[in-house]
């Protein structure tokens, strides 16, 4: 398909720079297995206008992206932050972007240009393992829970290549339960649900090669007792947020105020031989306009079944059901060597489009509805065999349907002209895929495979034989006829291709190999174009995409380096006249040569072209070829000789360039650099922050006149932030007053603007089960230029939490 440069150097010309919102955001230095990943987003400009942030991440090698809403700041405090939990799973490590979801307009992502192939990247960094052949990686030393559930993971990576995997033996308060735990290849987790109070005490064993037999040193779990005791095992935790603000201004477009408050409360208990969970989050955000804010679910577990009520996202395989919340009923049968998944629900719910006034010049009154959106029903079905240790079999089914009848025709049809304004689809789709794991999973190979039928338009049903060939002037040979199995899959003229091909299937193979401390993964997926699946998330559709990327850590894991090769093109059946591809290609190196000081590097490049020529009779368009660079270099060093307050140091500097190779349509470069001291201090309880951020940025568009030459569209603009934060550490760190001040400046060719913003706040532990925190803030901005722009804020958050 061809492509227009020009445009697309104007679009993203001025999409990234005239933008109400700006994102920015620091890499964490690593990922280390079995701890969360903590990630933040600054929104330098339009934190008012963000309705939601999202973030996508998948494990480095994978296919497909899993989303996480992050949790709102304040306009004195601009910033979204979440806690990626199975981060710590992800052994090669985590590539992610963000989107940003305004109240009015179209999503900004961060990376801005290609997210998905040109993601943030985070090294996985192995704990450095110089003491000891087994590190206690969850929970902390001498950590009570007052949930009474435990998570035990245990890293034997420094040895893992020297012991005997069938000889690791896993002891709690004495007793073997290796096999109840899941022993990995350089991992072992075991769960424990309801732990009773007191003390409980863990180690491993294993064998070397040489018959020596090494054992871990033996650690300590104090979990406290409950204060109140019910007739069963119950604990859980409830979280109340309420946030206000209040605008003042000169003008009286900008004074207004918001509000928005939250409830999240999770549930675990057992009785006998039940266990069950819950979770209910609402949100005043709530709205009949959109989909669903609000999650809610029931989970029950009994030996060899699980049932779930409500939200859930199930993981049926890549190409079946993934990254998808469906509300509905979920349901997992289990044993050793057989599995069986089962979900009904609804991945959409039907919303209605708003009335507004469409009338014409005449003078003719017309009421006319914005799009509405139809609820769209899934069902699944997976069946697996065999043992997940070593081989498994897997078969799927999933359908996916819009219900006609959810929505009434006004909020699918145009009042003038009756066309339609939203299609219901129906979708069904069979998967396959097989599972080889040898040698205790250090060696992974797999594939799957899906074919789908997916109709874009089922508002009239099905059609007879008859009539699908008079519409397609061809002859069809069913064996049936369509209008008989409508309750199945509607079968009409909107089928694309009506006749099923290699089009209508994806497939991918994968191999995973861990030796030497290396952990390569390399997997091949092909996307037909006409293949699609409703119930996963961000799926590239006509797609070839090779991927190798490999994690290796060296130097008893002082070294770690992540380097991989991505390559996607489209036209997979060579179905159109110009193929595009995107070749990617990155390397990042983490040095560590004591406990105090690190250094990271990371390179990163993407190109994307097409095949287009252009001729004399063709002046409109032009080829692709856009090349996306960034470089990152970082330095960090913990100074423990300064009596007053040892200060961890910190120094970054990236820089990134977009441009059009081809048309030189567009040119964008920048450059940041970040420099952060973090203190405690030692005679007294305070801890500080200070961080001074530079954005350099030198863009250039070629911008098109009617009638006229493009002219070369330059604007050079910087941004700086300084950052201070104190925080006291009083009554045995149980209460925690801090303050905190942020100042930025915009200028270059832009108008100069500055905001000032103070938060003054608290967080007090009440009891080891009962939180509260406040915080309460004013920003300030002005626009030298535009002073009817300049405006005060007040923001307050109050968060309230309670286990039991």
């Known amino acids: 398909m061809k492509k227009t440069i020009i445009l697309l150097g104007i679009f993203l010309f001025f999409s ?32 008012s206008n963000i309705f939601n942030v999202k973030v996508l991440y998948r494990e480095s090698g994978s296919l497909s992206f899993s989303e996480l809403d992050m949790e709102r700041g304040s306009e004195t405090d601009p910033v979204f932050s979440v806690a990626i939990i199975d981060a710590g799973s992800f052994q090669s490590g985590i590539e992610y972007y963000f989107m940003a979801i305004p109240y009015e307009g179209s999503e900004e992502t961060l990376p801005q240009i290609n997210p998905e192939l040109n993601p943030f990247r985070i090294i996985s960094e192995m704990p450095i393992t110089e003491q000891s052949d087994f590190v206690l990686l969850s929970p902390d030393y001498n950590y009570s829970d007052i949930s009474n559930d435990i998570l035990i993971a245990i890293s034997f990576f420094a040895v893992e290549d020297q012991i005997e995997h069938s000889t690791i033996r896993f002891f709690y308060d004495g007793e073997d339960v290796t096999s109840l735990a899941k022993v990995f290849s350089n991992m072992i987790v075991y769960e424990v649900k309801n732990a009773k109070p007191g003390k409980h005490n863990y180690n491993v064993t294993a064998m070397h090669f040489d018959g020596r037999k090494i054992k871990s040193k033996y650690w300590v779990t104090n979990v406290k007792e409950k204060i109140l005791e019910l007739p069963l095992n119950l604990s859980g935790k409830t979280t109340f947020t309420s946030y206000m603000d209040n605008v003042a201004s000169d003008s009286e477009e900008k004074e207004d105020s918001n509000k928005w408050a939250n409830f ?14 819950s979770k209910l989050y609402f949100s005043s955000l709530e709205t009949k306009w959109m989909q669903p804010i609000n999650r809610y679910n029931l989970i029950f577990q009994v030996p060899h079944f699980d049932l779930i009520a409500g939200d859930h996202t199930p993981d049926y395989g890549t190409f079946l059901v993934s990254c998808k919340n469906i509300r509905g009923i979920h349901s997992k049968l ?62 799927g089914f999933a359908k996916n349907k819009d219900n006609i009848e959810s929505l009434k025709k006004i909020y699918y049809r145009s009042s003038i002209d009756t066309t339609q304004t939203v299609l219901p689809e129906d979708n069904i789709v069979v998967s ?23 109709n874009i338009n089922i508002i009239d049903g099905a059609m007879s034989i008859e009539e699908i060939e008079d519409e397609l002037d061809q002859e069809i040979n069913f064996p049936f006829d369509p209008i008989d199995f409508e309750n199945i899959f509607v079968v009409n003229k909107y089928i694309v291709p009506f006749k099923p091909g290699l089009s209508n299937m994806a497939y991918k193979t994968f191999l995973r190999a861990f030796f030497y401390r290396n952990f390569l993964n390399v997997s091949y997926t092909a996307i037909g174009t006409s293949f699609n699946s409703l119930s996963t998330n961000y799926l590239q559709t006509d797609a070839r995409i090779i991927s190798i990327n490999d994690n290796i850590n060296l130097m008893n894991n002082r070294l770690a380096v992540s380097l991989g090769l991505n390559f996607i093109s489209d036209n997979l ?59 990152f270099l970082g330095v960090g060093y913990f100074v423990e000789n300064i009596n007053l307050a040892p200060t961890k140091f910190s120094l970054s500097f990236s820089n990134s360039a977009n441009s059009d190779e081809v048309s030189e349509s567009f040119d964008y470069k920048k450059n940041n650099i970040v420099l952060s001291a973090s203190s405690k201090f030692t005679d007294i309880p305070l801890k500080t922050t200070l961080s001074y951020s530079l954005t350099l940025n030198d863009n250039s568009a070629l911008i098109e006149i009617e009638d006229e030459d493009p002219v070369n569209e330059q604007l050079k603009s910087s941004y700086n932030s300084l950052y201070l934060k104190g925080e006291l550490e009083l009554l045995d760190e149980t209460l925690k007053p801090y303050f905190n001040f942020r100042y930025t400046s915009f200028g270059g060719d832009i108008d100069p603007q500055t905001t000032q913003m103070f938060n003054l706040g608290t967080s007090y532990s009440i009891t080891p089960a009962t939180f509260v925190s406040t915080d309460m803030g004013v920003k300030f901005y002005q626009n030298k230029e535009i002073e009817d722009d300049n405006y005060s804020k007040f923001t307050w958050k109050m968060k309230v939490s309670q286990k039991f």
């Open 573 to 631: 059946y060579d179905e159109k006249d110009i193929t595009t591809t995107s070749t990617n290609y990155f390397v990042q190196t983490l040095y560590r040569p004591d406990d105090k000081l690190f250094f990271k590097l990371g390179l990163n490049n993407n190109n994307s072209k097409d095949d287009f020529e252009p001729t004399t009779e063709d002046t409109l368009n032009t080829p692709i070829d856009i090349n996306t660079m960034s470089v």
């Open 16 to 47: 990234s720079l005239f933008s109400d919102i700006l994102l920015h955001h620091e890499v964490p230095v690593s990922i280390t297995p079995g701890e969360k990943l903590n990630l933040t987003l600054e929104v330098r400009d339009g934190f």
């Open 334 to 395: 289990h044993f050793k060597n057989f599995r069986m998944f089962f979900t009904a629900g609804s991945s959409k719910r039907n919303v209605n489009g708003k009335a507004f006034d469409d009338s014409t010049f005449t003078g003719e009154i017309i009421l006319n509805h914005t799009a509405g959106t139809f609820q769209r029903n899934s069902y699944s079905l997976r069946f697996e065999s065999g043992n997940p240790q070593s081989f498994t079999w897997g078969l």
């Open 432 to 454: 396959t895929d097989i599972n080889l794991a040898l040698f205790n999973q250090r060696f992974v190979w797999g594939a799957e495979a899906a074919m789908s039928y997916h």
């Open 264 to 277: 999240l409360m999770n549930l675990s208990g057992s009785y006998k031989w039940l266990n069950f969970k």
